[in-house]
């Protein structure tokens, strides 16, 4: 049966939605959009704040060649129908301070935000970007009740991208030609596989030497520390726009990129309920597998002991809610 000429025509586009609309969330907002990935509604507590900003970035739409509908909010409900909640919400660090050191105030807004976000919209994939990461991903996965293929942390694209910057900075190279993988927790035990890392093809190992690399490593480790440092009154938010951004493009065209994503593990590299990054395919359904690389030993150990801390975050950010 044909529907009737004056019938209008309803078409279901992608929605995106980010709770929290600061500098990482707004960010992200504009990437989704500008890269005609999505519509976006950008939600935070903050009356005013997100329906400004989506304004601001509604009125450049024309100017960036673009039709995404952008939406602020404070409601919930308008969140409605999302393929993708992306939650940034959360207080960021300050200099001096560890990403455990948010785990009393950020538990409570993501678990709250979780629930929140998944009532109005229970198909979605969720990624979690609030730090400490691999603990709120953990906690929202508690809070959802998804299935581990549908919520992920962001972090070890982040971190991936930072080693690959550090390595093409000291070469002197494309950086669009430096490929590295880092695993792990997203903090100061995270696992950079300088094995892996490569320039066109060609291993770092046989272009730089190893007290080299071993800077390089450390620099990556403390990546996200050297921003806040620098920057006094907040930290990093356009590189972790971009490699959230990466991740909802790899989902919503279902791309099947191998990307580093903090995922629930049941036994993978010998970790059981634990969330931690590892490489993973991205598609339409959210995480399609885990690839398990063969590590060598120190590899394995690093993994397991960037487990071990977060296991006991986890146990902490447990007793917290409880009280």
């Known amino acids: ?39 976006v509604v950008l939600l935070d507590i903050i009356a005013g704040m997100p329906q400004g900003l989506a304004l601001d970035l509604m009125e450049a739409r024309g100017i960036e060649i673009h039709n995404r509908q952008i939406i602020g909010t404070n409601n919930y409900a308008d969140t409605s129908g999302s393929q993708i909640v992306v939650i940034t919400a959360g207080l960021p660090r300050k200099p001096g301070m560890s990403r455990d050191d948010l785990l009393k105030t950020n538990a409570k807004i993501v678990v709250e935000a979780a629930k929140n976000a998944i009532a109005h919209s229970p198909n979605a994939i969720f990624i979690i970007v609030t730090n400490p990461l691999d603990v709120m991903t953990y906690l929202a996965w508690q809070a959802t009740g998804l299935p581990r293929d549908r919520i992920m942390g962001m972090a070890g694209v982040l971190d991936s991208a930072r080693f690959e910057t550090f390595i093409a900075l000291e070469l002197g190279v494309l950086p669009a030609d430096v490929k590295a993988m880092v695993l792990g927790s997203h903090g100061d035990l995270m696992v950079p596989l300088s094995r892996y890392a490569t320039v066109n093809g060609i291993p770092i190992t046989e272009l730089l030497d190893a007290a080299t690399i071993e800077r390089l490593v450390e620099r990556t480790r403390n990546g996200g520390a050297e921003i806040v440092e620098l920057m006094q009154t907040g930290g990093a ?86 009280e």
């Open 237 to 322: 938010f356009f590189a972790p726009a971009s490699a959230t951004s990466v991740m909802v493009e790899s989902i919503l065209l279902n791309q099947s990129r191998l990307l580093p994503v903090a995922t629930y593990l049941q036994g993978e590299y010998g970790l059981e309920d634990v969330v931690i990054g590892v490489p993973c395919r991205l598609g339409c359904g959210g995480i399609e597998s885990i690839l398990e690389l063969n590590l060598t030993d120190g590899e394995r150990e690093g993994l397991h002991t960037s487990a071990q801390s977060v296991r006991k975050s986890i146990e902490r950010s447990q007793e917290i809610l409880a």
């Open 1 to 39: 049966m044909s529907s009737s000429p004056n019938s209008p025509i309803v078409c279901n586009l992608p929605r995106v939605t980010i709770v929290g609309a600061g500098r990482v969330g707004s960010t992200l907002a504009q990437r989704v959009a500008e890269k005609n990935l999505a519509d």
